[in-house]
């Protein structure tokens, strides 16, 4: 099948000559910050959390699992509320929601509320970013696309680090329940900035054109299943080694024998290099096009997770795991922007709550599958594996991604 043609992707209500991203920074990006710090700070307690609430090892792990289920089953219906309510009320209800749920999680001593809780986090999660991705999506001029989903990805990563750093002060000044805390006032925050962001007008009809008719999510299943089934299958490929990359570091690590802090020092180290370059490939993708940043990025990750079961010692393990994290960090809101790319103007909550949907499929599938094969085989075939996929997925980016269409 040849390459999909190339998106038709709507102009912004926004004049691009008149627009900076500088302008729109604290609005669009600060519940992100937010957002983020808000749920970074909560993770590294759940299974602790879990634990003192008198969980086995396997059910504090399947505790901390319900923040992904919960984002994974909500996607849908995150579709729904934004369409129903608009981004703005969509943002403003994830944040108080999570808060909800994080509150749960304080005034409970019954394990399973508590893994109510996580759930609930989870779903705003869901609602969060999408409403988030489709307001940018639909605020910012095409030219300034990818820099802005790209600033948006690299500035939710930000607040996901700086989070447990925060909470280990809380919790080490007040105790375990201060992490939540911590949380509840950044997702509150989030919506009390989300709150002020102005409301998007319905675009009109083109001129000539009638009202659209009614958008229904199985309407927009029908309508492009064709880039669900090809590009969307490259999502998930995406996702699943993204996804994996989180445990490959820790796990190899550990596997040679180093000490905790070793390899802590490379998870950080990897995580920083990460955050580091999230601009200047949005600014690659914008100006070459999407394949310039997204297949690289692939490629990257691939070659790392295939040379890191040779790795021998630190150094080894360390120049991996930088590549590893250079490789995502490149790739940092790629997914955001090729959903943005192809999705309708009329119904756009639909189809990115698909895309959505098909992306945490893959984060799911991914770390199960490196569990499966560690299991039967050895962590090694787990990695290699992982970076084999990624390989795989750099094609079928490379294939699927309309090429640039030359500017008059």
Partial sequence: MPPLPPAPSPSSSSAPGDFSLRQIAIPAFGPSLLFGLGEGAILPIVPLTARELGASVPTAALVVAMISIGSLLN?????????????????????IWSALGMALCIGTGHLGLFALGCFMVGMSQSVYNLARQSYMTEAVPIMYRARALSTLGGVM??????????????????????????????????????????????????????????????????????????????????????????????????????????????????GGIDMLVFYPAGKVMDHKGRRWVAVPSMLIMGAAMLLMPLTTGFVTLLLAALAIGFGNGIGSGMI??????????????????????????????????????????SLAAGIATTGLIALVAAGTLAHWIPARKRRP
């Fill in 75 to 95: 996607n849908i219906p995150a579709s729904l509320i934004t369409m129903r309510w608009g981004e703005r009320w969509a943002i403003v209800a994830a944040g």
């Fill in 157 to 270: 990563r930000i607040g996901m680090f700086a989070g447990p750093f925060l909470a280990a002060a809380a919790v080490h000044a007040f105790g375990l329940w201060a992490a939540y805390a911590v949380g509840i006032a950044g997702v509150l925050g989030a919506a009390v900035v989300g709150a002020r962001i102005p409301d998007l007008q319905p675009p009109p009809p083109a001129p000539g054109q009638a009202e659209p008719a009614s958008v229904t999510l199985g309407s927009t299943l029908r309508d492009h299943r064709r880039i669900f089934l090809t590009l969307g299958i490259g999502v998930v490929l995406v996702s699943a080694v993204r996804a994996s990359r989180q445990a490959v570091i820790p796990l190899w690590a550990e596997h040679l024998g180093l000490a905790p802090a070793a390899a802590s020092l490379i998870y950080g180290l990897a």
């Fill in 336 to 377: 955001m922007t090729l959903g943005a790319d192809h999705s309708p103007r009329h119904g756009r909550a639909h189809f990115l709550g698909v895309w959505r949907l098909m992306s945490d499929i893959g984060s799911s599938c991914g770390p199960a599958l490196l569990s499966f094969l560690a299991a039967s085989l």
